[in-house]
């Protein structure tokens, strides 16, 4: 039973009939939230038999472990659709490779963000936090769309931690600018190929698509072009990787794949995450209120890594944030060779999906499901929280390697503009969560903001 005090935040009405294929198809194409009936968020396995193609979405936590986890070798590789709309953007990055090139690929890039050295780029996260809190300063009261300067803000931090002082502050919304062109224009979910079309008739992206993927593309190609020897230390270890044999691990081409590949990856999910928090925390008083007198104990100025780090009930409120609007909505694979699913026969090439969208909003698992309560991620009670019903940076071999730096940002950011501005929503406005690629608010994060 839902307690009087519960807050409910948007999210689309989910048709009461059963799944039906094309119906779902057709709405999935623009978002697949709203594709997703009542009973999606109380089932264990959801299969789509479609023509020439199988689609099962594993909704149970066992379900989950089978794919990603124990036989994460025969699903190792993205969707094919998926791979369709990525691949204009990061290439054959990390995102969507697989195989040889990734574990190689992977093995450069994970040790540079290892939570161990997550400090050294600390001084990123404060510098660019300030900068976002000046322009918020200037924009204040509003009301301020303020997912765009959030997206702008936390490419800055991967555009200094890749390229130092070598690029500008500019080029950072010009990179954001570009992909929210692209995620407007691409298509995520391809009708054709799921209809059982042949390859060569399927996964075209559009001219507009086309167009805003070459313009990102030409931005990270400048970027790379301007940082003058010695690189940075996580851009220096990318192109000093070798194999035994001496070789580089990445050319010319797959460096630009993966630096592409970490620009948006690791700037798009931590804005999309704080845009979130940050509407929450306007939206419900009580967390705001708790928030303050957490950050209150701290000395003034800019949290050092330690104390960022100690922010428990901030971290709670990102985690459940995340718990309610996953960045990255849909996890999906295809199959590699034929499997079991219950009692659902998985056939080469199926896609195989997990659904944080739906997995943290299921019933069987969460109290409360659909409503904002970031207590729920406080130590004693995340403890008792079952293994992979939360799973918004991916989960098994390919669990997102940014994941503890995307955290240690966003704690950042959220101490920094906490104590300069008291959030608020305009009076008879609330954002419409729309999944493309990744979940972002339909028409902008509408926020006022009230100087401290």
Request: hydrophobic share 50%; proline share 10%; charged share 20%.
């Amino acid at each position: 039973m839902q307690a009087a005090a519960d807050f409910v935040p948007p999210m689309p009405r989910p048709p009461a009939q059963p799944w039906r294929w094309l119906p779902s198809l057709i709405l999935g194409r623009g978002d697949i939230l709203r594709a997703f009936t009542e009973d999606a968020y109380r089932r264990q396995v959801i299969p789509l038999r479609l023509p020439g193609r199988g689609l099962v979405i594993a909704n149970h936590p066992d379900v989950v472990r089978h794919v990603f986890v124990a036989h994460a070798e025969n699903y190792e590789r993205k969707s094919w659709f998926m791979e369709q709309a990525l691949e204009p953007v990061v290439g054959d990055s990390l995102f969507i490779n697989h195989g040889e090139a990734w574990a190689e690929r992977r093995a450069v890039i994970a040790p540079a963000l290892h939570p161990s050295r997550i400090a050294a780029f600390h001084p990123h996260f404060v510098r660019a936090a300030e900068e976002l809190a000046g322009d918020l300063a200037r924009a204040a009261p509003g009301p301020v769309d303020v997912a765009p300067l959030f997206a702008a803000a936390t490419t800055r931090v991967m555009m200094l931690s890749l390229f130092g002082e070598a690029v500008p502050r500019e080029a950072a919304a010009a990179v954001a600018e570009a992909f929210a062109a692209y995620q407007a224009a691409a298509e995520s979910v391809d009708l054709r190929y799921l209809l059982g079309l042949p390859p060569w008739l399927a996964g075209r992206q559009s001219r507009r698509a086309r167009l805003a993927a070459a313009r990102l593309r030409a931005l990270v190609a400048q970027a790379l072009a301007a940082v003058p020897e010695p690189a940075p230390p996580l851009l220096a270890a990318m192109r000093a990787a070798r194999r035994p044999d001496g070789t580089p691990v990445m050319d010319a081409e797959a460096l630009a794949n993966e630096v592409a590949m970490m620009l948006l990856a690791g700037s798009e999910t931590s804005a999309t995450a704080m845009t979130w928090a940050a509407y929450l925390i306007a939206a419900h008083p009580a967390t705001g209120a708790a928030l303050d007198e957490e950050l209150a104990a701290l000395p003034p100025g800019a949290p050092d890594a330690e104390q960022a780090a100690g922010l428990t009930f901030a971290r709670a409120v990102l985690s459940e944030a995340m718990r309610l609007y996953p960045p990255v909505a849909v996890l999906s694979r295809q199959a590699r060779a034929a499997d079991r699913i219950r009692r659902f026969e998985i056939r080469p090439g199926d896609t195989v999906m997990a659904v944080p969208w739906l997995l943290h909003r299921h019933a069987m698992w969460w109290d409360r499901p659909h409503a904002f309560i970031p207590e729920r991620f406080l130590p004693e009670s995340a403890r008792r929280q079952p293994k992979f019903t939360w799973i918004p940076f991916g989960i098994g071999p390919r669990i997102c390697a940014g994941a503890a730096f995307g955290m240690a940002e966003m704690l950042v950011f959220l101490a920094v503009l906490l104590r300069r501005f008291r959030l608020g929503v305009p009076k008879g406005w609330a954002p419409a969560p729309q999944c493309r690629l990744t979940l972002r608010p339909k028409q902008g994060m509408r926020l006022l903001l009230a100087a401290r």
